[in-house]
Nanobody, 120 residues
C-alpha cells in the first residue's frame, strides 16, 4: 500500500483547506483509513478515521477527535483510492504535518505527510 498526501499549504485563520491522500497498491486489506497530525515538539495525534463497511467506505463508520468535531470531515469515497480531509474554520493550533494512514491486519501504512500552516 502506498499513500501520498497533498493539499497542504499556508492559510489564514478561519480559512478552509482540503487534504488529499492518494492510495495505491494492494488495498484490499485496508479496514480503516485515517488522518493524523504532528505539531512541532508534540506527539502525533489522531485527527479522524474512517472504517470500511464491507466493500465501500460509504457504509462504514467515522471517528473524529473532539477538537476537530464540527470543523473537519472525511468525505466518503466509494473507490477506496482517495481519502480526503476537509478542514474548515482553521486555527493557528491546527498547524502541523498531516499524515494519511491505512490499517491492514499485518501492518499499518503511512504517507510522507503534508504541512499545514495556519497564520494568525
Amino acid at each position: 500500500v502506498q499513500l501520498v498526501e497533498s493539499g497542504g499549504g499556508l492559510v489564514q485563520t478561519g480559512s478552509s483547506l482540503t487534504l488529499f491522500c492518494a492510495v495505491s497498491g494492494v488495498t484490499n486489506c485496508i479496514s480503516v483509513m485515517g488522518w493524523h497530525r504532528q505539531a512541532l515538539g508534540k506527539e502525533r495525534e489522531l485527527v479522524a478515521a474512517l472504517s470500511s463497511g464491507g466493500t465501500a467506505y460509504s457504509s462504514g463508520t467515522t471517528y473524529y477527535a473532539d477538537s476537530m468535531k464540527g470543523r473537519f470531515t472525511i468525505p466518503r469515497d466509494n473507490h477506496k483510492n482517495m481519502l480526503f480531509l476537509q478542514m474548515n474554520s482553521l486555527k493557528p493550533e491546527d498547524t502541523a504535518v498531516y499524515y494519511c494512514r491505512a490499517d491492514c491486519p499485518v501492518t499499518d501504512y503511512w504517507g510522507q505527510g503534508t504541512q499545514v500552516t495556519v497564520s494568525s
